[in-house]
């Protein structure tokens, strides 16, 4: 009887063992080595993305279509944001305005999330529950141009936002261009979320910044709801070259790069 238990127990030990080894080689599969310049979807490179699907959280849904940038015209100004400062800031940014109907609902713009300049999407979102959800954006997130015509928006560290209750809410994300040599985020421009990058190259980046100031929800904001820091601007400018380095121009991270991220502030 002794003999029937213990072969019992070895057999299941062997099965939990197998299946454990198993899961261990998907973890790992699910890294994709990438050589510079040769990213998916990414720079001069053909194909789609490669990585795990994004989908926003049960109960939150898009009420109207991923756009590129700012459109005046139908800019209602949130609690945090001045309208006429908005307005202004237009004059500097001229292509950069925001989509902000849903159908004929006008949408105001509520917060400005995650880091970049070339890539900014607007999102209108509507909480279908009876409490406020928090949405997470993952560092390593791709945006993807559906005429193909702008670039591809890339997300280097999380972003996180609490969706009320009640009504849309009017989300801007900042992500930095995967194409160097593609059109911005222009306002006519639609956009979709593909995947959280399996990129091994994508992925070292984003756990080399994950801990660093850089985001626009972490600094001090001018009136229009952007961060107004020349430190912000600097770490964006920075880290935008290291990543086309990556995407478009065949050239891996260097020591001169890791240092310039490891010497940014922390969070």
């Known amino acids: ?17 197998a299946t454990t080894f198993v899961s261990c080689e998907k ?7 990438d050589t510079p310049g040769q990213i998916a979807g990414l720079g001069e490179t053909a194909g789609e993305p490669t990585g795990t699907s994004f989908k926003l959280p ?11 940038g700012y459109r005046a015209s139908n800019y209602r100004s949130a609690t945090a944001f001045d309208k006429q400062a908005a307005m202004n800031s237009l004059s500097r940014q001229r292509t950069w305005t925001i989509q902000t109907r849903a159908g004929d609902e006008t949408i105001q713009l509520d917060t400005i999330l995650g880091s970049g300049y070339f890539v900014e ?12 959800v928090t949405v997470t954006f993952p560092a390593g997130l791709i945006a993807e141009s559906v005429s193909g015509r702008c670039q591809n928006g890339v997300l280097l560290k999380k972003a996180t936002v609490q969706i009320p209750v009640g009504r849309i809410y009017g989300v801007l994300l900042k992500m930095y261009c995967g ?3 593609r059109d911005p985020s222009y306002s006519s421009e639609e956009y979709v979320f593909t995947v959280v990058s399996n990129s091994s190259l994508i992925m070292d980046l984003c756990n080399r910044v994950k801990n660093k100031r850089i ?17 912000y601007d600097s770490y964006v400018s920075k880290l935008q070259s290291i990543l086309w380095n ?5 050239a891996a991270l260097s020591e001169s790069s890791i240092a310039e991220i490891e010497a940014m502030e922390n969070s």
């Open 179 to 181: 194409n160097a040599h």
């Open 215 to 231: 985001n626009n929800e972490e600094y001090p904001l001018g009136s229009d709801g952007h961060a107004k820091s020349s430190q």
């Open 246 to 250: 990556l995407t478009d121009y065949g």
């Open 27 to 33: 973890d790992v599969d699910e890294t994709k080595e």
């Open 1 to 17: 009887m002794k003999n029937v238990i213990l072969r019992r127990w070895l057999t299941v030990l062997t099965t939990v063992l």
């Open 58 to 68: 049960e109960g939150i849904e898009l009420a109207d279509k991923i756009m590129g």
């Open 121 to 132: 999407i607007f999102m209108p979102l509507r909480n279908s529950t009876s409490r406020v």
